[in-house]
């Protein structure tokens, strides 16, 4: 084959079949994807995966075809990966008989084989299904400067902007095959000069802006592009603490479903930005005014796309990416605060939030006291995707609120700040 | 009359005088096909209610002519899940530079299925989605050139 990337010799040989046929494609699945992108070499990835790819969906057979080949060929990530959040949880997520066999005979029937695909290929484990893998408690947390090979839009944009780690947005497959070479082809956001802004974000809001609404205005304005975002530092601070860093991931989730951002710079907040200021500006950047009327005109141009736009809710997703220890107990306490101002003990709705299960495993064991608080309110907690659920057609249907931008960007569902979703699922209606 | 347009083979490859599919804003990919494949239907009917200029057409075997593909980082393998499947389109069309997704799709199904491919030319410009429309006539070359009639 004819490619344009600078291969070592090794690298040569494993495209002329050194380490197999079945490896051959897998480095010529890569040295075509980093031509594409005008990569110059392969660079080593540190760490561990992450696969976007946890569901059995029977539509993905030739997916799970490749994992066969790659199997058979005795190939396998070293350094081990975790991978996106399961699809169902019967227990904590309820689901009619048909809407069970939709998703048993339908949807996700290759569940168990396909899983057992992942262990051969080398899963951390049994509790590695989360889309927030970089959270301490999953254990794939990144370094400053680490290159990946990562795909799932939330965590790769949080591992960029918050962790100071290098990863293109690959698409699934892709990011393992880069896992199982432990390289990746250097271009984009793994560069210096890709990792800078295009625009220039100033919030000019009267308050704290609402991370998800933020996120969506930025993603949608500047689509793939590389923001720089000044003057949130005054509403969130310039401390990296546990709290500042589940506004980010809720924000750049936005930024990355919304639109298509790798990668966001917050001045005085994120490592590059205290390390390099607006050096990292590029000398064209364009720039984006965000206000108080802004926000409100990108959260009016939300559609409702409810089979019957006037429905009572039936359910709430809370958690899309996966929720932080730290938000587990900022929600018991909403909770309480808002079932105390209505008079009520439990939810009126549906309440579903979700979390990795070692992030559950450790709010339950270290904060008893806010598990007890969401448990006796009637709040369902899990570690599936919610919206692997919404992909039932007739989950689908549901009249679903959340406050996940994200999750409102893919399904049907509608989208409520933190502080309105609270009041819909305690008091049970708009 | 033709008009003749020169862009970059992603994936190099040649088609007839195959019907042409324009979608103006970035394309869904997973939304886009994800509900013919879920119901292993034998035409993919665009299932995107938020790409007006793509919803409920069908996409198999066309030449869809686009900006980029947008959405979840599963599209790669979508697309090249309906490759292998022979439910994808014959060539994707970019006006600009090829998205790393969509890359993955086109290269993942030049690589690892048999006898079929998605052939992917990129930045073609403006002028080229600008001119292009539904029920037009594509050919491609090898090299990149696209000929609409």
């Not at chain 1, 169902?88 to 996700?108: G, P, R, S, T, W």
């Not at chain 2, 347009?5 to 042409?20: H, L, M, N, S, Y």
């Not at chain 2, 119901?39 to 007006?52: E, T």
Request: charged letters at 25%; aromatic letters at 8%; glycine letters at 8%.
């Amino acid at each position: 084959m004819q490619y344009k990337m600078k291969l070592t010799p090794e690298e040569e040989g494993i495209l002329n079949g050194s380490q197999g046929e079945v490896m051959a494609k897998v480095m010529k699945t890569l040295v075509l994807y980093g031509d594409a992108f005008g990569a110059e070499r392969f660079v080593p990835v540190v760490g561990k995966g992450h696969l976007v790819t946890s569901f059995g969906l029977s539509v993905l057979q030739p997916v799970f075809d490749i994992m066969d080949e790659l199997i058979g060929a005795g190939l396998k990530v070293e350094e081990s990966f975790t991978a996106d959040p399961r699809p169902i949880d019967y227990a904590n997520v309820k689901c009619n008989l048909i809407e069970k066999l939709i998703f048993n005979k339908m949807m996700y029937g290759a569940q168990d084989p396909y899983e057992a695909q992942l262990h051969k290929l080398g899963l951390k484990g049994d509790d590695a299904f989360t889309c927030a893998s970089y959270l301490s408690e999953v254990g794939n947390v990144p370094g400053k400067g680490d290159i990946l090979s990562w795909a799932e839009s939330s965590a790769v944009v949080y591992a960029n902007s918050v962790l100071g780690a290098r990863c293109n947005r690959n698409s699934g497959i892709i990011e393992l095959f880069g896992s199982i070479l432990g390289k990746v082809p250097e271009f984009d956001l793994l560069t210096d000069e890709g990792r800078k802004a295009k625009w220039i974000i100033e919030v000019k809001t009267t308050k704290k802006p609402e991370a998800q609404i933020l996120g969506s205005a930025i993603g949608m304005k500047v689509m793939e592009d590389v923001p720089f975002i000044k003057g949130l530092d005054q509403w969130i601070g310039t401390e990296l603490n546990e709290a500042t860093k589940g506004y980010l991931k809720d924000m750049g989730a936005a930024t990355a479903s919304n639109g298509a951002v790798g990668l966001y710079h917050v001045e005085n907040l994120t490592p590059e930005a205290v390390e390099l200021g607006d050096a990292l500006i590029r000398e064209d950047a364009k720039v984006y005014v965000i206000d108080d009327a802004e926000l409100q005109r990108v959260k009016n141009g939300y559609p409702n796309i409810w089979k019957d736009p006037n429905a009572k809710p039936e359910r709430v997703f809370i958690g899309c990416p996966h929720l932080t220890f730290t938000q587990l107990g900022e929600w018991a306490d909403r909770f309480e605060a808002e079932l105390k101002a209505q008079g009520k003990t439990k939810v009126a709705l549906n309440v579903v939030m979700t979390a990795a299960p070692g992030v559950l495993a450790h709010f339950k064991q270290d904060n008893k006291a806010g598990y007890d608080k969401l448990i006796a309110a009637g709040i369902k907690l899990t570690s599936i995707c919610p919206l692997m659920y919404m992909n039932n057609p007739l989950c689908g249907k549901k009249a679903v609120v959340t406050n996940s931008n994200k999750l409102r960007t893919y399904t049907t569902a509608r989208y409520f700040t933190d502080a309105e979703i609270t009041t819909i699922a305690v008091k049970g209606e708009i | 009359m033709s008009k003749v347009f020169k862009g970059r083979p992603v994936v190099a490859g040649t088609i007839q005088g195959k019907e042409a599919v324009v979608s103006h804003q970035g394309v869904n990919t997973l939304a886009s096909f994800q509900k013919s494949a879920l119901f292993k239907k034998k035409q993919v009917i665009c299932s995107d209610q938020n790409n007006p200029d793509l919803y409920q057409k069908n996409l198999t075997d066309k030449v869809i002519c686009l900006p980029k593909t947008i959405g979840s980082t599963t599209g790669g393998m979508v697309l090249y899940s309906v490759c292998a499947m022979g439910i994808a389109p014959c060539a994707m069309l970019f006006s600009e530079p090829i998205d790393s997704l969509a890359a993955a799709g086109v290269i993942l199904s030049d690589v690892w299925v048999k006898d079929k491919t998605i052939v992917a030319v990129d930045n073609l410009g403006d002028a080229f989605l600008d001119y292009v429309k539904d029920g037009m006539k594509i050919t491609v070359d090898e090299d990149g050139t696209v000929t609409v009639d």
